[in-house]
């Protein structure tokens, strides 16, 4: 991918003919997980995340390109906090699209659609990014320590959704 580039973010509502790549994205990324089941499953999990409310799914793209996504959804896998809510959940950035500022835009998109929809606060967890998610004003509620340990991050939506 050349630099400099256009990012666009679509709702999936608005482009669903992508949602089997967005799919296709999580279960590489995910597949494993016991809970979702096959990949057919994973893309049902997904066409259901096309809403604009939440659930919703916001994807980047770039020359008409889908590059990325991020999904926003009740609940997630860590019932901790099974009370709070909304979370993000599977955002993912292609391969060759990673550290263009692509998540953190996304990120941000989805930030900025929730502090519209009415909420305040906004959860995640993840195994494999809590520094990029603390970098972008995510805040630390609760860790499992070592390695590949899920983290559990929140952050205070706002009217600018600052990252």
């Known amino acids: 991918m050349s630099s400099p580039f256009t990012l666009t973010i679509r709702s999936l509502d608005e482009c669903p003919e992508v949602a089997a790549i967005v799919s296709a994205w999580h279960w590489n990324a995910w597949g494993h997980n016991e809970k979702v089941g096959t990949e057919q499953d994973w893309l049902t999990v997904v066409q259901a995340r096309a809403g604009s409310d939440v659930p919703f799914t916001l994807v980047g793209f770039v020359d008409d390109e889908p590059v990325g996504a991020v999904s926003v959804c009740w609940d997630d896998l860590d019932h901790r906090f099974e009370d709070e809510g909304p979370w993000v959940s599977g955002m993912v950035v292609r391969s060759n699209a990673r550290n263009l500022g692509i998540g953190r835009s996304l990120l941000t998109a989805a930030e900025r ?37 899920d983290a559990v991050l929140s952050k205070q939506l706002t009217s600018s959704a600052e990252s």
């Open 113 to 149: 659609r929730c502090h519209t929809l009415g909420h305040g606060q906004l959860w995640l967890h993840t195994s494999e990014a809590k520094r990029f998610y603390e970098r972008c004003g995510w805040r630390l509620e609760a860790d499992k320590p070592g390695i590949g340990r």
